[in-house]
């Protein structure tokens, strides 16, 4: 026997009315992606040299860029578990949610680059990447196809919040303690610890474009 306030497996509650369905704004998605979208700049400007930023000593501008970053990463937990919970899947949706998660990417790795963190062919192997299956989704959609993400997808994704998180927290020690050897080539052997992570994360972004094309033959004839 069901307690009132008590949700049942879909987007239904049981009152004493008996059971009704909740009603959950379609758009709550799509907004989430967009404000990951929007909190770009906002940690590029810690992450960058400028008059705002140039106030913190730099470990305090990596701390609060390392959370602002995580903030935007957990909306993209949130939009895809609300997405199937309530049944507001969209193929906006499917081809918003990957956007924004690789401008949110692509903008901190450029950074890191810029800063002379980590080094720079890496990057533009995972740009290339983005760029061919984005291109391929649009080769889809003009066939009235939506590619959603695949698992590999899912896995590189992760794997991009575990590295960029890690190399956060590795410049907020090392401007701590000795802010000469955070640079990548400072021949500390602690500096080729971003360098690493970097080419380990492009390794698994080609292995995940993979599947993409593997499945869409049909889209390259």
């Known amino acids: 026997m069901c307690e009132f306030g008590l949700?049942?497996?879909g987007n239904m509650i049981y009152t004493e009315k008996g059971w009704i369905k909740l009603k959950?704004?379609?758009n709550i998605p799509n907004?989430?992606?967009?404000?990951?979208i929007i909190m770009i700049p906002f940690i590029l400007i810690f992450m960058?040299?400028?008059p705002v930023s140039e106030m913190l000593a730099v470990w305090?501008?990596?701390l609060i860029a390392g959370i602002l970053f995580g903030i935007a990463m957990l909306t993209d937990l949130f939009d895809?578990?609300?997405a199937r919970r309530y049944d507001l899947v969209s193929n906006l949706g499917k081809f918003l949610d990957p956007i924004a998660d690789k401008m949110l990417v692509v903008s901190v790795l450029c950074a890191f680059v810029g800063n002379d963190v980590m080094p720079v062919l890496p990057l533009i192997?995972?740009?290339?990447r983005e760029f061919c299956v984005t291109m391929l989704r649009m080769i889809a959609a003009g066939t009235g196809d939506v590619l959603s993400a695949k698992i590999w997808g899912k896995v590189k994704t992760t794997l991009q919040a575990i590295v960029i998180g890690a190399v956060f927290v590795y410049l907020m020690v090392m401007y701590i303690f000795n802010p000469d050897i955070a640079g990548f080539g400072s021949g500390c052997p602690f500096s080729l610890v971003p360098g690493i992570l970097v080419w380990i994360l492009a390794i698994v972004t080609v292995i995940s474009a993979?599947?993409?094309f593997k499945g869409s033959k049909k889209y390259l004839r």
């Open 31 to 36: 907004i989430l992606c967009i404000f990951r």
């Open 7 to 9: 949700r049942d497996s």
């Open 48 to 50: 960058l040299d400028n």
């Open 80 to 82: 895809g578990k609300i």
């Open 60 to 62: 305090v501008r990596m």
């Open 24 to 26: 959950v704004n379609r």
């Open 210 to 212: 993979v599947p993409y």
């Open 125 to 128: 192997i995972i740009i290339g």
